[in-house]
Nanobody
Framework: QLQLVESGGGLVQPGGSLRLSCAVS????????IAWFRQAPGKEREGVSC????????NFLNSAEGRFTISRDNADNRVYLQMNSLKPEDTAVYYC??????????????????WGQGTQVTVSS
């Protein structure tokens, strides 16, 4: 059974940075696509970025372009989301998700099979 555990969230001032980590257990990362989603209060869960099992990446969120970077550490079985120039509107619970590499990346949350518990990111002065 695949398990995902997020960490790295917290309170940061506008313009600051955070690096989120998603620790994956139960399989190696070359079998699964791993994505980051976020959900703000009262809003739907939205896709942020995805790392393909084959090694490529794609961004789902236009507002994060140039500020957020997804990366992967195969040795440590972790996927990271580096977030720079954070804005108050980035405040949300951030989740990592996994689905088989057969199916590719999708910005729709209902397409993903495995989820972590989430980590809170709050951007405020």
């Amino acid at each position: 059974q695949l398990q995902l555990v997020e960490s790295g969230g917290g309170l940061v001032q506008p313009g600051g940075s955070l690096r989120l980590s998603c620790a994956v257990s139960g399989s190696t990362l070359d079998r699964y696509n791993i994505a980051w989603f976020r959900q703000a209060p009262g809003k739907e869960r939205e896709g942020v970025s995805c790392f393909y099992n084959s090694g490529g990446t794609t961004n789902f969120l236009n507002s994060a372009e140039g500020r957020f970077t997804i990366s992967r550490d195969n040795a440590d079985n972790r996927v990271y989301l580096q977030m720079n120039s954070l804005k108050p509107e980035d405040t949300a619970v951030y989740y990592c998700a996994a689905r088989s590499g057969v199916w590719g990346c999708s910005p729709r949350s209902h397409d993903w099979d495995y989820w972590g518990q989430g980590t809170q990111v709050t951007v405020s002065s």
